[in-house]
């Protein structure tokens, strides 16, 4: 079935660091992927996305690119900051749903350090 | 900027008793979802529910569960005779679509706590 993993936590990282949090699927067909975040006490929001192979998602600095050779969607950021501490999922869509259904992998833990 | 609202923020109950999760999805959206998170665990789909029915529900979705739409802008949840195992934050979402790439918006969750 399909499935998502992402690498365990927590990630602690100094101010300024490089990020990656790894994130693989097993899906068939063609699944759209999806990075969300979830800052304390809050819901989860959409960080970025990709819909097909080689696509690359952006926003506030993070990205993340479709490989479907290795079936991955690592989310990486060049440098972090206190603020981007979170949890952080990776998630997919599967190509065929129509119903719009998320899976979601278990969630990385970020804590920054000033 | 539109979001998906959510009532209570926290529910204590007592095993056994029937609990009712409300949600107010984005108003021009089409799709609404309910996904649960036991702590420390996944984040798990429940159901989705489009033009006034479920269009897919999980496993874990079984008769104890059922979702309505009782009027134009809300969406709930109930669970009919709560265990202890329900604890977990229950989220609700909704999309435009169902499609693949579409977003869908996330409430802040209920946190709820059977005791």
């Known amino acids: 079935g399909n499935s998502v993993t992402q690498m365990e936590g927590p990630v602690t990282l100094s101010e300024e660091a490089f990020l990656t949090i790894n994130c693989t699927y097993t899906a068939t067909g063609y699944p759209s992927l999806f990075w969300y975040v979830q800052y304390p006490g809050e819901g989860l929001q959409l960080l970025l996305k990709a819909t097909k192979a080689d696509d690359k998602g952006s926003n506030k600095g993070f990205e993340a690119t479709y490989r479907k050779e290795t079936t991955s969607f690592h989310l990486e950021k060049g440098s972090v900051q206190v603020s981007d501490s979170a949890v952080y999922f990776c998630?997919?869509?599967?190509?065929?749903?129509?119903?719009?259904?998320?899976?979601f992998g278990q969630g990385t833990t970020l804590q920054v350090k000033p | 900027e539109p979001e998906v609202t959510q009532t209570p923020s926290h529910q204590v109950t007592q095993m056994g008793q029937e609990v009712i999760l409300r949600c107010v999805p984005i108003s021009n959206h089409l799709y609404f979802y309910w996904y649960r998170q036991i702590l420390g665990q996944k984040v798990e789909f429940l159901v989705s529910f489009y033009n006034n029915e479920i269009s897919e529900k999980s496993e874990i979705f079984d008769d104890q569960f059922s979702v309505e739409r009782p009027d134009g802008s809300n969406f709930t949840l109930k669970i009919r005779s709560t265990k202890l195992e329900d604890s977990a934050m229950y989220f609700c979402?909704?999309?435009?679509?169902?499609?693949?790439?579409?977003?869908?918006?996330f409430g802040q969750g209920t946190r709820l706590t059977v005791v």
């Open positions: 979402a909704s999309s435009t679509a169902g499609r693949r790439g579409t977003e869908a918006f």
């Open positions: 998630a997919l869509r599967h190509g065929s749903s129509n119903t719009g259904k998320l899976i």
